[in-house]
């Protein structure tokens, strides 16, 4: 079933990407319990006392999924890999927004999120460091700042990992750990 359901998708991707609107309406079920399983992954990390709603980043994903044009999709791998880095953008936004307000921001400009999530001061600086912290990784090594957003932020498994960046299981073990390590020092050191 399985092995179905990834073929279906794919197929559904491609004949929307071609421009067939009905495709969308067959694609959404199969896409949804799957994008907010990636979501409520990264939430599941939440302090106790502040919550950030599942369904919330998963319909702002999905909006700005189906509002990207001109995009060619290869399969499912690739759809759910650009869900992350737009999993990524809606927290690191909203993050953002939250801290800045915090420190009277004046006018913060709102993401969708503003009222689904809480999120603590700390927290905030957190995923904000973390996306400043990546972003230097993906200078140095693109590949590791892609395992990490895709591990992190929407919660792929090692294996959904390597089958979206086709390589092995044992490369993204490898390095998602130096990934790991690396991060751990330059967020501990940047302090």
Do not use: C
Request: hydrophobic share 45%; aromatic share 6%.
């Amino acid at each position: 079933m399985v092995q179905k359901s990834t073929h279906e998708v794919t197929q559904l991707l491609i004949e929307w990407s071609n421009g067939d609107k009905a495709a969308l309406d067959k694609l959404m079920p199969l896409i949804y319990d799957e994008l907010r399983r990636l979501a409520h992954h990264y939430m599941s990390r939440e302090q106790p006392g502040h919550t950030l709603q599942t369904t919330a980043v998963v319909n702002e994903a999905y909006l700005r999924l189906v509002n990207r044009k001109h995009v060619h999709w290869q399969n499912r791998a690739h759809f759910f890999a650009i869900a992350a880095t737009l999993m990524r953008s809606i927290l690191v936004d909203h993050a953002r927004s939250h801290a800045s307000a915090k420190r009277g921001g004046g006018d913060v400009r709102k993401v969708a999120l503003d009222e689904a999530m809480i999120i603590s001061e700390e927290r905030a600086a957190e995923v904000v460091a973390l996306d400043e912290a990546l972003g230097q990784l993906a200078e140095i090594d693109p590949r590791q700042s892609r395992i990490v957003e895709m591990r992190f932020f929407a919660g792929l498994t090692i294996e959904e990992t390597a089958e979206v960046l086709s390589l092995s299981p044992a490369t993204i073990k490898r390095e998602w750990s130096t990934a790991k390590a690396w991060l751990f020092h330059e967020m501990n050191n940047s302090k």
